[in-house]
Nanobody, 115 residues
């Protein structure tokens, strides 16, 4: 059983910053790709950023240059540093990983950006 626990969400004004964290209870954390998704009200969940075990990263175009995903394997933690936040970044942010072809999700953390 894999558990993912997100934290770090909150309410900020446009232009502000937040850092999300996701702690994973999984052995051999360092080998797994970790992904951040978000879901805005009334919209489908979308991939925001991912990081492989080797450290390769991928971002949705709308956050490139503003968000940075990173991982700290010694702490089984993946981060999402979000700068220059915009109102359209508002949503619930979820941490995800796949272990043995099964996808696991955290409970989500809310991010609200006001204009």
């Amino acid at each position: 059983q894999v558990q993912l626990v997100e934290s770090g969400g909150g309410s900020v004004q446009a232009g502000g910053s937040l850092r999300l964290s996701c702690v994973a209870s999984v052995t051999s954390f360092s080998i797994y790709t970790m992904t951040w998704y978000r879901q805005a009200p009334g919209k489908q969940r979308e991939l925001v950023a991912s990081i492989t075990g080797g450290g390769a990263t991928n971002y949705v175009d709308s956050v490139k240059g503003r968000f940075t995903i990173s991982r700290e394997n010694a702490k089984n933690t993946v981060y999402l540093q979000m700068n220059s936040l915009k109102p359209e970044d508002t949503g619930t942010y979820y941490c995800n990983t796949r272990v043995d072809d099964y996808g696991y999700w955290g409970q989500g953390t809310q991010v609200t950006v006001s204009s």
